[in-house]
């Protein structure tokens, strides 16, 4: 049976991820309150500012950004988008 959670994200209980996305407090909150559901979301998110934005993720200063766009995302805050991006989703 799959382990559910109330996803802050969605604001419903839904299918909450298999493990750990990283270690540490942030990744245990992550586990509690994030569905796979958002988590997959922000995965394809994350992707697209990587992408467009030229972040090297051998830059701290690249994974500071990500991580605070990561925190803002999950708690429903406007965050960046990738320049040009245009959204299949209507």
Request: proline share 3%; with cysteine; hydrophobic share 30%.
């Amino acid at each position: 049976m799959a382990r559910m959670v109330f996803c802050k994200k969605i604001g419903k209980e839904s299918k909450g991820l298999d493990t750990q996305p990283f270690p540490g407090p942030k990744g245990l909150e992550i586990f509690d309150n994030i569905s796979k559901e958002a988590w997959d979301e922000w995965l394809e998110h994350q992707t697209r500012l990587i992408n467009e934005k030229h972040l090297n993720m051998m830059d701290l200063t690249a994974r500071t950004y990500l991580n605070e766009q990561r925190d803002k995302f999950f708690s429903g805050e406007e965050i960046d988008q990738a320049e040009g991006y245009l959204s299949t989703s209507k």
